[in-house]
C-alpha cells in the first residue's frame, strides 16, 4: 500500500514537473517600452494557460507596485509609479509547489535614466495654438493670442526613465480611438504630435480595462472629458508647444507683483494686504507704458490653483481721489455713482471690499473709453 502511494505521488511530481518545464519553455519575458505606457513588463504564456495561472506563476524581486492585465495570452506588468532607473529587478516565473527544485524561468531587467533637452518657452507668434507646460501640468487654448480655456493635465513621462519631449510641434493626425500595437492598448482622442508621441485621453486595454499607471511613457493624457474638448479645438498643423516652465509659489508673490498662468497669457497685478489675494489684468501692450516699475521681463509664471486663490478686482481710483470707476475687459470704464452719497463712504455697505480698489495711473484710466454712468440703487440702511 504505501508502495501504491509512494507511486501516485511521484507521478503526480513527475507529471507537474514535466508541465512546468514545458510551459517555461515556452514562456518568453520581454521588457517593453512606449511612449504610450512606458516601461513595463510582457510574459507571453502558451495558449492552455489560464489567466489565474500565469499571475500565481509570476513575481518580481525587488517588490514594486504595479498592476497586472491580461491580454491575448500575455500578462502585462505596469509599475504604478514607474520602475526605478538602474535598479536591476528580478522577473520570474516559478511554480510554489516546486520551490524546492531550481525550476523557474527569470529574466533581469535594468531601465535606463534618460534625459531630455529642455526647451525655454519663448513668445508665440501665431494666434491659435496650445500650450502644455509640463511643469505646472497646465494645458492651454489660445485663440487670437490669448488663453481662452485651461486644463489639467493627467499623466506625462516619467521624468527620469520616459520624459516627454519638448519644444514646438503642430498636430499631425487625429484619431477617435488610435490602437497601439507596440503598448497593446487604445487611446481615445489621440493626436499625433511628433514621432512616437501623442496627446491623447486615458488609455485602457482592450477589455476596457484603464491603465491606473501614473505616468506614461512621454505621450501627453488628458482626462477623457477634457481630451475630447482638445481634440475638437485642434486642427491639422496646429502649433503644440510642450515646456516645463516651473511655476512660482504662492509663498513667493507679493503685493505689487506681475503674475500669469502661461507666457502668452494676459498679466495680472496682485494686492495682497490683511491677509486677503486681489488681481486685476493689465493690459499687455501697454503696462509699461503706464508704470515704469513694471517689466514684462519679470512676471511670475503660476498655476491655475495659485491664480485661482486671488480674487478678480475691477474696481479702481486715482492717487488722492475718492472717485471710483469699473474697468472692463473691453477696455470701457464706468463712473460708480451712488445717488447722493460718495461711493468711496458706503462701499462696503454694498458688500464689496474697500481693500480690493486699486490705485491706478492717470494715463491708464485715460486709456480706457468712457462708458455709460453706473447708478447703484440707494442704500438707505447708509446712515446707519
Sequence with gaps: MLNKKFIIIASIFFV?????????GQTSIRLVNSTEIGSHIVVEFPSWVSEERAQDLFSIKPHIEGDLSWVDN??????????????DYT?????????????????????????????????????????????????????????FKTFPIAGKGHPKLSPTVEGEFAIKTKEL??????????MPYSMQFYGNYFIH???????GNKLTSKYSGGCVRLFNADA????????????????????????????????????????????IVNGKYFKRVLDKGKFEEWYSHLSSENV????????????????????????????????????????????????SIYGWDPDELYVVTEEELSYYRLGPEIDLPPAPWADI
Design 16 to 24: 507537474t514537473t514535466f508541465c512546468f518545464v514545458l510551459l517555461t
Design 74 to 87: 500575455k500578462l502585462y506588468f505596469i509599475p504604478a509609479d514607474g520602475f526605478k532607473p538602474d535598479v
Design 91 to 147: 522577473v520570474s516565473i516559478s511554480n510554489k509547489l516546486l520551490a524546492l527544485l531550481p525550476l523557474s524561468r527569470d529574466r533581469v531587467i535594468r531601465v535606463a535614466s534618460a534625459s531630455i533637452q529642455g526647451y525655454v518657452r519663448s513668445q508665440i507668434d501665431e494666434e491659435r495654438f496650445i500650450d502644455v507646460n509640463l511643469a505646472t501640468m497646465i494645458l492651454s487654448l489660445y485663440e487670437d493670442g490669448k488663453v
Design 177 to 186: 480611438n488610435h490602437f497601439s500595437t507596440l503598448a497593446y492598448v487604445w
Design 201 to 207: 485621453a486615458w488609455p485602457h486595454w482592450p477589455n
Design 228 to 271: 475630447v474638448e482638445v481634440f475638437a479645438f485642434a486642427r491639422i498643423g496646429t502649433p503644440f508647444i510642450v515646456h516645463s516652465t516651473r511655476a512660482t509659489p504662492i509663498e513667493q508673490i507679493k503685493s505689487g507683483d506681475l503674475i500669469k498662468i502661461a507666457p502668452d497669457a494676459d498679466s495680472y497685478l496682485v494686492k
Design 300 to 347: 511670475k509664471l503660476v498655476s491655475q490653483d495659485v491664480l485661482d486663490r486671488f480674487q478678480t478686482s475691477r474696481w479702481v481710483h486715482l492717487p488722492g481721489e475718492i472717485d471710483i470707476y469699473e474697468l472692463n475687459p473691453n477696455r470701457v470704464k464706468h463712473f460708480m455713482a451712488c445717488g447722493d452719497r460718495e461711493c468711496w463712504d458706503i462701499w
